[in-house]
């Protein structure tokens, strides 16, 4: 093994699954174990709506995850040689991620697999692949880790797609300085241009990123009466969204309890997508959110939702502008917007403009 790369593992990866290589008794031919992971599917979709129908679905996917998961295990430890291993271990670590919620139990279990010497070149590549998946869903790991987990991925593993779409998902969500979001977009696409979801990812993002250094010059009356929502009259953060699902309520309403702590931000909102009975319901939808902040809605800008003024392909997209509504930087989600305002407020760079 690369001791450079042992190195990087063991640096990133100080975890350890117990267990994981120990190796028993061949108790069932290789097989057997493949042919009963191969006829575990997933159930069909139910047309049954109700939270029960829903809740039946969820349980029975996850079934069917547990598994596959004790399946593939049940192959590498019985027949780590075997040339299925890999194909099963990625769907353990893909099913455990993505299905049981234990990207943590997986980024241990990686741990141990890639610090054994006697790992193949396939398993290994998966297993990377995999990491970097489940770095990018797991809370207590930091952007930093997260990034060398994606390169680690996109070296170990480059015939995969998972490492440079943590890259593009870094650059869109987890920074807030423009630079480094180009520079990993640009990386993507120098290598992986031809990837099925990375590199639209990669050039949608760079050409928002445009926006960058740009005057974004508006001024719309507020759908709920309170005055003109506006782009300019001191720093701002500005949100650009669509919708009212859960995932971009979480982010509204941090946006929400962010303006409303002393010395927090000015926020403005722009709902570009046309919303059905028009501002009178979108107020209706924001109050019963709790969101406060001023929000336009220039309904005869979007007869088409993806181009025109305010097309985006992904939102919400969060701006930092300063007093002339010059944008200095974006993200899809407010934390790193919010985290760079608040370290310039630290060091007296700026304070909340009324």
């Given at each position: 093994?690369?001791?450079?790369?042992?190195?990087?593992?063991?640096?990133?990866?100080?975890?350890?699954?117990?267990?994981?290589?120990?190796?028993?008794?061949?108790?069932?031919?290789?097989?057997?174990?493949?042919?009963?992971?191969?006829?575990?599917?997933?159930?069909?979709?139910?047309?049954?709506?109700?939270?029960?129908?829903?809740?039946?679905?969820?349980?029975?996917?996850?079934?069917?995850?547990?598994?596959?998961?004790?399946?593939?295990?049940?192959?590498?430890?019985?027949?780590?040689?075997?040339?299925?291993?890999?194909?099963?271990?990625?769907?353990?670590?893909?099913?455990?991620?993505?299905?049981?919620?234990?990207?943590?139990?997986?980024?241990?279990?990686?741990?141990?697999?890639?610090?054994?010497?006697?790992?193949?070149?396939?398993?290994?590549?998966?297993?990377?692949?995999?990491?970097?998946?489940?770095?990018?869903?797991?809370?207590?790991?930091?952007?930093?880790?997260?990034?060398?987990?994606?390169?680690?991925?996109?070296?170990?593993?480059?015939?995969?797609?998972?490492?440079?779409?943590?890259?593009?998902?870094?650059?869109?969500?987890?920074?807030?300085?423009?630079?480094?979001?180009?520079?990993?977009?640009?990386?993507?696409?120098?290598?992986?241009?031809?990837?099925?979801?990375?590199?639209?990812?990669?050039?949608?993002?760079?050409?928002?990123?445009?926006?960058?250094?740009?005057?974004?010059?508006?001024?719309?009356?507020?759908?709920?009466?309170?005055?003109?929502?506006?782009?300019?009259?001191?720093?701002?953060?500005?949100?650009?969204?669509?919708?009212?699902?859960?995932?971009?309520?979480?982010?509204?309403?941090?946006?929400?309890?962010?303006?409303?702590?002393?010395?927090?931000?000015?926020?403005?909102?722009?709902?570009?997508?046309?919303?059905?009975?028009?501002?009178?319901?979108?107020?209706?939808?924001?109050?019963?959110?709790?969101?406060?902040?001023?929000?336009?809605?220039?309904?005869?800008?979007?007869?088409?939702?993806?181009?025109?003024?305010?097309?985006?392909?992904?939102?919400?997209?969060?701006?930092?502008l300063d007093a002339e509504g010059r944008c200095l930087a974006i993200s899809h989600r407010i934390g790193p917007l919010l985290a760079v305002r608040a370290a310039a407020t630290e060091k007296g760079g700026e304070g909340r403009s009324r």
């Open positions: 093994m690369n001791r450079l790369v042992l190195a990087l593992v063991l640096a990133l990866l100080p975890l350890a699954a117990p267990g994981l290589s120990q190796v028993g008794p061949a108790t069932r031919p290789a097989a057997d174990i493949v042919r009963d992971y191969d006829r575990e599917q997933g159930p069909a979709m139910s047309r049954d709506a109700t939270d029960e129908g829903r809740a039946a679905f969820r349980a029975a996917h996850r079934r069917v995850a547990e598994r596959r998961a004790a399946l593939a295990l049940e192959l590498r430890r019985a027949h780590p040689g075997h040339a299925e291993v890999p194909r099963l271990m990625a769907g353990r670590w893909a099913a455990m991620t993505n299905v049981l919620d234990q990207a943590g139990e997986t980024l241990a279990e990686i741990s141990k697999l890639l610090a054994e010497e006697e790992t193949s070149a396939a398993l290994r590549a998966k297993a990377a692949a995999a990491a970097a998946r489940a770095a990018m869903v797991h809370p207590g790991v930091s952007r930093d880790r997260r990034l060398r987990f994606a390169r680690l991925s996109c070296r170990l593993a480059p015939a995969e797609e998972l490492g440079p779409l943590a890259l593009t998902e870094i650059a869109r969500y987890e920074t807030a300085d423009p630079a480094e979001a180009r520079a990993l977009c640009e990386e993507v696409l120098a290598g992986w241009k031809d990837t099925r979801y990375a590199a639209p990812a990669a050039r949608g993002y760079l050409k928002r990123l445009e926006r960058v250094g740009k005057i974004l010059d508006f001024d719309l009356p507020a759908v709920r009466g309170e005055g003109r929502v506006r782009s300019v009259g001191g720093e701002r953060l500005v949100v650009l969204w669509s919708g009212f699902s859960e995932r971009v309520l979480e982010e509204l309403r941090t946006l929400e309890a962010a303006r409303g702590r002393p010395g927090g931000p000015v926020v403005v909102g722009v709902h570009v997508w046309r919303q059905e009975g028009g501002a009178e319901e979108l107020a209706r939808r924001l109050a019963a959110a709790g969101l406060r902040f001023p929000v336009a809605y220039p309904e005869e800008e979007l007869r088409e939702p993806w181009s025109g003024p305010w097309g985006l392909s992904e939102t919400p997209l969060f701006l930092r």
